[in-house]
């Protein structure tokens, strides 16, 4: 179902962008409204300005988030510039100077907002950029990359009138909110989390959202879950999305079908892709040599260093089929970005304390390497 595939993909769809798109979702909005609602536990908004699914993760993961932030003070500006567009109707005019002063003047952390720094004003544009590409506010006239340049920059924008519906509604007052956890458990209230709806949902979100749904061992609610109603869930999977649910020992994987076209997938057609690939073949072989030895849980640990040298062997044997850019980019740059690559799809797991590096199933589920004929005329 397509529609479904964009309201998965894509964190709204407004009527004023693509009226088409819009009403077209609107009218298959029944063929999966169950679905949404029963088996994801997901709340639909429909309205005259847009639809959004609010989609909430089963399970808090590190590469979830804004990717082009970087650090958390852009995270408390952009929270600051919605609390500034309250104050805003639809098609209400201001200007830059205006946010810079409410922002600088509500911020609260330890360290004080001060325009003349540059990282300051930095983090500042990359909030205005996400904020003209997710729609709430639109650049009339000027450009906010200027204000990286000199603090006294102007830009005319205008209120969307979106940004009422950007942060979702939560069940509690997050005021009393102290970390991420007490918003991940605050849906579910005084519900059992292991049992019933609740595991049901969190489940699905699950499979969904993420690369891998690993097995935390015997007793593990979500896993016994999968295994259970492995039947069910892959019904859904294929209904819905046109997916093949695969079920293994130690983890569980969302195989997407090859026409799908999402943004980030894994494997992909990028080089980074085509590298952590690489890197995975050469686990297998290792494994199978010997000279890698997976727990009973089909996880190898392994030193940074050891997985660092792996990279650098996948480098000498195949990096006449990279990308220019990865080529010739740095030895520890091309470390950090491997790494962090398969990190984000749940291949590997980082343990900064102990310097080690766990390689997960999922990394030998998904290999790839060059044709030999291919290496052997380069």
């Known amino acids: 179902m397509k529609e479904l595939d964009i309201l998965l993909e894509e964190f709204w769809i407004p009527k004023e962008k693509d009226k088409d798109l819009y009403y077209r979702i609107k009218d298959a909005i029944p063929r999966f409204k169950d679905f949404l609602e029963q088996k994801l536990g997901y709340k639909l908004i429909v309205n005259p300005y847009l639809i959004k699914l609010e989609k909430l993760p089963g399970k808090a993961e590190s590469w979830m988030g804004i990717q082009d ?198 494997p992909a057609q990028k080089s980074i892709s085509d590298i952590a690939l690489q890197v995975n073949a050469l686990i297998v072989e290792q494994v199978k040599s010997g000279e890698l030895t997976r727990r009973e849980d089909d996880i190898i640990v392994i030193s940074r260093v050891g997985f660092e040298r792996r990279i650098e062997d996948v480098r000498v044997r195949q990096h006449t089929g990279w990308s220019k850019e990865y080529r010739e980019m740095s030895p520890p740059r091309l470390y950090e970005e491997v790494i962090g690559y398969m990190k984000d799809f749940s291949m590997i797991e980082i343990r900064e304390a102990e310097k080690e590096i766990r390689i997960l199933p999922l990394c030998g589920k998904i290999t790839g390497s060059y044709p030999k004929r291919f290496l052997s005329e380069e």
């Open 69 to 266: 932030f970087d650090d958390k003070l852009e995270y408390a500006m952009l929270c600051l510039l919605l609390a500034f567009l309250e104050g805003k109707s639809a098609g209400e005019q201001f200007v830059l100077s205006e946010v810079t002063e409410f922002v600088q003047a509500s911020f609260s952390g330890e360290e004080k907002l001060d325009w003349t720094l540059f990282r300051h004003r930095k983090s500042m544009v990359k909030v205005l950029r996400f904020a003209t590409e997710i729609g709430i506010i639109r650049a009339d006239d000027g450009d906010e990359s200027k204000f990286m340049e000199t603090a006294e920059t102007e830009v005319l924008y205008d209120s969307t009138g979106l940004s009422r519906y950007f942060v979702r509604n939560f069940t509690g007052n997050i005021m009393n909110y102290t970390s991420w956890k007490d918003m991940e458990s605050g849906e579910w209230l005084d519900l059992d989390r292991d049992r019933g709806r609740v595991r049901r949902n969190r489940v699905y979100r699950r499979l969904v959202m993420s690369p891998a749904v690993y097995s935390e061992g015997p007793e593990d609610p979500d896993y016994i879950y999968i295994r259970n109603q492995r039947g069910l869930l892959q019904k859904d999977m294929e209904e819905y999305l046109d997916s093949q649910l695969h079920v293994h020992k130690n983890g569980a994987f969302l195989v997407l079908d090859s026409s799908k076209n999402f943004k980030e997938v894994f």
